[in-house]
């Protein structure tokens, strides 16, 4: 079984940052891709960011050049480092990665609980 938990999660002011870790336990053989999305009170959930494989990251229109996210094989942790942060940033922060659990074995997508980020202007 594998879990992911998010952390780094808070209140900041409008300029501000925040960096985002997303630690995975359990029975990892390797984490494929990342991605971090994010749910805004009354909004549906929205891709802000992922990496795949080979190591290529995307982004939503809205953070480009703001954040960015990385990934330390050695710890199983995927980070989102959150700059120039604004209100509209504001939400519940969810990451998910899609991780092989053994050599050779089955793929699967697993998420987090969420860790709450809110930025006041």
């Known amino acids: 079984q594998v879990q992911l938990v998010e952390s780094g999660g808070g209140l900041v002011q409008a300029g501000g940052s925040l960096r985002l870790s997303c630690v995975a336990s359990?029975?990892?053989?390797?984490?494929?891709?990342g991605a971090w999305y994010r749910q805004a009170p009354g909004n549906s959930r929205e891709w802000v960011a992922s990496f795949v494989s080979g190591g290529a990251t995307n982004y939503a229109e809205s953070v480009k050049g703001r954040f960015a996210i990385s990934r330390d094989n050695a710890k199983d942790t995927v980070y989102l480092q959150m700059n120039n942060l604004q209100p509209e940033d504001t939400g519940i922060y969810y990451c998910?990665?899609?991780?092989?659990?053994?050599?050779?074995?089955?793929?699967?997508?697993?998420w987090g609980q969420g860790t709450q980020v809110t930025v006041s202007s």
């Open positions: 998910s990665a899609e991780i092989r659990g053994s050599a050779g074995g089955r793929i699967r997508t697993y």
């Open positions: 359990g029975n990892i053989f390797s984490i494929n891709t």
